[in-house]
């Protein structure tokens, strides 16, 4: 809930002072249940606890990779379970989170897209994931160190109003205190969807799941590409309204013999020479089911020399690939390890 919604909750008869308080307990001090709440008077508390509830998400089960990421399967009111994941580094903490429980898009290397769509989650469980990982780890929101990332299960764009709340909650400077530069939505390419989150007062950085270097290719990978085509996305991103400190961030999964060859890499270049943007490559991560395979560290250099002549272009480290953590492996696995 956002403070208009806790004044609605609240009802007439509260000052308006009082949904303040509420909304700095939950979001600034991470409050867990209404008793931790001492600033609101016992009769405000007693009927709180009548007319809602603070479920945030719980841990059903954690995997912890060798590299220190953590992966989190959690636990959600209705009983469903969602993927977090987090994957602290030497300078900056990273929050990767779900926007859906599954995923409808199909792309053909993520193991997400194997389980289907079961729902959409609200803007308090998208929040809730952040507000888990920070509680259980010692995180400090409003420490410029911490990230978001909507890179998790779903396409956050279909989910549009719920992501755009919970971002809205999440930068609130009187609520969990974050800086839209550190909140990043990852989309397979909804163009309508990216036009609404453009047009958005209170938005996350956007980042483009690319994968493909021409229509035909990008057809086999992502079939969501015959309803969307490369052609226009690439129009939309061209138009797409960027913030004076923001680029567009174009992330692109390399899949061997299939869309790595320098050929591949020079396609890519012409797509987006001309955008303020930066590419991140993503050597596929493996999982069961998943007909493809990792490039060779040689093949993704290769590709990159060729990318960053023209823009800005990074190898993404993988995180957390074997406890099924890594970008593209979130499937509620519940294997400790992938066996080598």
């Not at 303040?20 to 709440?37: C, G, M, P, T, W």
């Not at 996350?204 to 079939?223: D, F, G, H, T």
Request: net charge positive; glycine share 6%.
């Amino acid at each position: 809930m956002e403070l208009a919604d806790l004044r609605e909750l609240l009802g007439p008869d509260q000052p308006k002072y009082r949904a303040q308080q509420l909304f700095d307990a939950l979001y600034k001090r991470h409050v867990a249940n209404f008793s931790e709440i001492s600033n609101l008077p016992q009769p405000l508390l007693n009927q709180l606890v009548t007319i809602s509830t603070l479920n945030g998400p719980t841990s059903e089960k954690r995997f912890d990779s060798v590299d220190g990421t953590k992966r989190y399967l959690l636990r959600l009111e209705d009983n469903r379970t969602v993927e977090t994941v987090l994957m602290p580094e030497e300078h900056r903490d990273t929050i990767c989170i779900s926007s859906q429980i599954g995923c409808p898009v199909d792309c053909k290397f993520c193991l997400t897209a194997l389980m289907g769509l079961e729902r959409n989650l609200t803007a308090g469980e998208i929040v809730g994931q952040v507000l888990f990982v920070a509680r259980a780890n010692g995180l400090n929101a409003r420490d410029s160190r911490m990230n978001v990332v909507m890179m998790g299960m779903g396409e956050p764009l279909l989910n549009l109003e719920n992501v755009l709340k919970a971002t809205r909650i999440l930068t609130d400077e009187s609520g969990v205190g974050m800086s839209q530069k550190r909140i990043t939505v990852s989309t397979s390419g909804i163009i309508p969807k990216m036009e609404e989150l453009g047009r958005a007062e209170v938005r996350p950085k956007l980042a483009i799941s690319l994968n493909a270097s021409n229509e035909e290719q990008r057809r086999e990978l992502m079939p969501i590409t015959r309803k969307y085509h490369l052609a226009d996305l690439m129009k939309a991103c061209k138009a797409y309204p960027l913030r004076t400190w923001e680029k567009l961030t174009f992330e692109y999964v390399l899949l061997k013999d299939v869309n790595d060859t320098d050929a591949d890499a020079r396609r890519v270049v012409r797509l987006v020479s001309r955008l303020n943007c930066k590419v991140n490559l993503i050597a596929l991560n493996p999982g069961p089911g998943i007909p493809f395979e990792t490039p060779t560290a040689e093949r993704v250099g290769s590709f990159q020399e060729i990318v960053r002549k023209a823009v800005p272009c990074f190898v993404r480290k993988p995180r957390g690939r074997d406890i099924f953590a890594a970008c593209g492996q979130l499937k509620r696995v519940n294997e400790e390890r992938v066996e080598e």
